[in-house]
């Protein structure tokens, strides 16, 4: 079965589009390269890729977890 030759035109257009995916590609490590890591850490979670950071607490929440189930079991 004979295969057509691309258009021009749609040769040209995927040029241009791997040309300005290079140069976007560029501009985005050099972004990157120069963030600062508080500047990256707050985009991470902007994209909901990564949770907030949370104070650390002392306990696990077993002992808050027991006293709601105490206040349940007492409860008329």
Do not use: H, K
Request: charged share 30%.
């Amino acid at each position: 079965m004979p295969t057509t030759p691309p258009d021009r035109n749609a040769q040209a257009y995927v040029r241009a589009w791997q040309r300005t995916g290079d140069a976007l590609e560029r501009e985005r490590l050099r972004e990157l390269r120069g963030m600062s890591e508080s500047e990256s850490a707050r985009r991470f979670v902007l994209l909901g890729l990564g949770v907030p950071l949370a104070p650390l607490r002392r306990d696990c929440g077993l002992v808050e977890q027991q006293r709601i189930f105490s206040r349940l079991r007492t409860a008329p």
